[in-house]
């Protein structure tokens, strides 16, 4: 079964400063993963995701994200976060496994980020 | 170009009432979702579709219903609502499967 962690529920930074949240997975093909954002009272908007080659992708807003196959991880990274940043990330993870996936994506619980000013 | 769009927005229901909540896309996306969101738990997954005419049970399907009956609307039903269904609803769509997917605003559902 796939399933996604988030160890972090809350994260809070400086404004200027850098951020990673974290994220591992358990997916038994290759997989395909997301970062998604909420803001307060709104869906979930994509940031970037991963589903084949550099393992380094990049993502809206000044975020990346790294693939790494030997941790099971996909840390998300901003190198100077600002206020508008505060909001609720989750990680997923979905696939084309096959079976009956059907794609569907699995969400890790959140993690809430303040950024103080 | 709406993207996925649901309504309502919000609603309270009274318990053993029954409701139905619209979700539509205008991307003529195949794969639907329905999805419900908890504080601390994430997003489950309620039930699926692959395409018209079809839907499949997710994670936490017990208590909810859903239809296909064309392709760019998936609807979820309550047919008695209890306290436990209290949540926020989200939809989604993709393209292909394992694709990313596009999520409509929610609707928050209150039953007391």
């Known amino acids: 079964a796939q399933s996604v962690t988030q160890p972090d529920i809350h994260i809070t930074v400086s404004e200027g400063a850098s951020l990673e949240l974290r994220c591992n997975y358990s997916y038994g093909a290759t997989p395909y993963l997301f970062w998604y954002v909420q803001s307060p009272g709104q869906g979930l908007q994509l940031l970037l995701k991963?589903?084949?080659?550099?393992?380094l992708v990049q993502g809206i807003k000044g975020f990346e994200a790294e693939f790494k196959r030997s941790q099971s991880s996909f840390n998300l990274r901003k190198p100077s976060v600002h206020w508008s940043d505060a909001a609720e990330y989750f990680c997923a993870v979905g696939g084309d496994a096959g079976g009956t996936s059907y794609g569907k994506l699995t969400f890790g619980q959140g993690t809430i980020l303040t950024v103080h000013p | 170009n709406a993207g996925v769009t649901q309504t309502p927005k919000f609603r309270v229901l009274k318990t053993g009432q029954s409701m139905t909540l619209l979700c539509a896309q205008d991307m003529n996306h195949e794969y639907m979702y329905w999805y419900r969101q908890d504080p601390g738990m994430g997003l489950r997954l309620i039930h699926y579709?692959?395409?018209?005419?079809?839907?499949a049970k997710g994670e936490v399907p017990d208590g909810y219903n859903v239809s296909r009956l064309k392709k760019q609307n998936f609807l979820l039903g309550l047919e008695s609502a209890a306290p436990s269904q209290t949540s926020v609803y989200f939809c989604?769509?993709?393209?292909?499967?394992?694709?990313?997917?596009?999520f409509g605003p929610g609707t928050r559902l209150t039953v007391t």
């Open positions: 989604a769509s993709s393209e292909n499967r394992g694709d990313e997917q596009y």
């Open positions: 579709s692959v395409g018209e005419g079809t839907t």
């Open positions: 991963y589903f084949s080659g550099d393992t």
